[in-house]
């Protein structure tokens, strides 16, 4: 059965540097995702990405955060310069349209030190 | 703002019992909802997803009904087994795609044996 994949699964940065987590949606879908689970928090919506471009953004994702689809498979979160609060499990979806059940990968632990 | 409740936070049965888990939400102009699982330290599983428009969805032991005006959902399970236990979370999907999902904060389940 397709899967959404995210690597890595867990990662440690030091306050400051960048980071770039990256995400393979299932291929068919169109809509992709960026949510975030801070520890013992809900499940926040960050960014959805239809067609090359943001179709809309929490509050969160200030200019810090950018996304990307580099090419045709992969999806990716740029964090540019890590807080301590961006610490999080951070989960990419994807869904075939908009309206449509989004399907969630296992998420990748950012830690910043 | 919608903001999603889950009540009860946490719920323990014994096996073979019905679980009735509850979603509310405050704006009822929602696309559709979903339900979904998620399994201590991993990703969100995608149970069902019901529309605006159905009052009822259901897949094997599972049976999810909404009801709009009043701004609730209900999943039901029937004749839980101990590989039930998890957290169930509820989502109401807006936004200008319909596709921006508002979390709400889980029940954690445990069925005993």
């Known amino acids: 059965e397709p899967e959404v994949t995210q690597t890595p699964s867990h990662q440690v940065t030091q306050m400051g540097q960048e980071v770039i987590l990256r995400c393979v949606p299932i291929?068919?879908?169109?809509?992709f995702y960026w949510y975030r689970q801070i520890l013992g928090q809900k499940v926040e919506f960050l960014v959805s990405?239809?067609?090359?471009?943001?179709?809309?953004k929490s509050e969160i994702f200030d200019d810090q955060f950018s996304v990307e689809r580099p090419d045709g498979s992969n999806f990716t979160l740029k964090i540019r310069s890590t807080k301590l609060e961006d610490s999080a499990m951070y989960f990419c979806?994807?869904?075939?349209?908009?309206?449509?059940?989004?399907?969630f990968g296992p998420g990748t632990r950012l830690t910043v030190t | 703002k919608q903001e999603v409740t889950q009540i009860p936070a946490a719920l323990s049965v014994p096996e073979g019992e019905n679980l009735v888990l509850n979603c509310s939400f405050t704006?009822?102009?929602?696309?559709?909802l979903q339900w979904f699982r998620q399994d201590p330290g991993k990703g969100l599983t995608s149970l069902l997803l019901?529309?605006?428009?159905?009052r009822e969805q259901t897949s094997g032991r599972l049976n999810a009904s909404l009801d709009k005006s009043s701004g609730r959902s209900t999943l039901y399970i029937a004749a839980s087994q101990p590989g039930d236990s998890a957290t169930y979370l509820c989502?109401?999907?807006?936004?200008?795609?319909?596709?921006?999902?508002?979390f709400g904060g889980g029940t954690r389940v445990l069925v005993k044996p």
């Open positions: 979806a994807s869904s075939e349209q908009g309206i449509n059940e989004q399907y």
């Open positions: 291929s068919n879908h169109l809509y």
């Open positions: 990405f239809y067609n090359n471009e943001i179709s809309e």
């Open positions: 704006d009822s102009a929602i696309y559709n």
């Open positions: 019901i529309q605006s428009s159905q």
């Open positions: 989502a109401a999907a807006q936004g200008a795609a319909g596709n921006k999902l508002t």
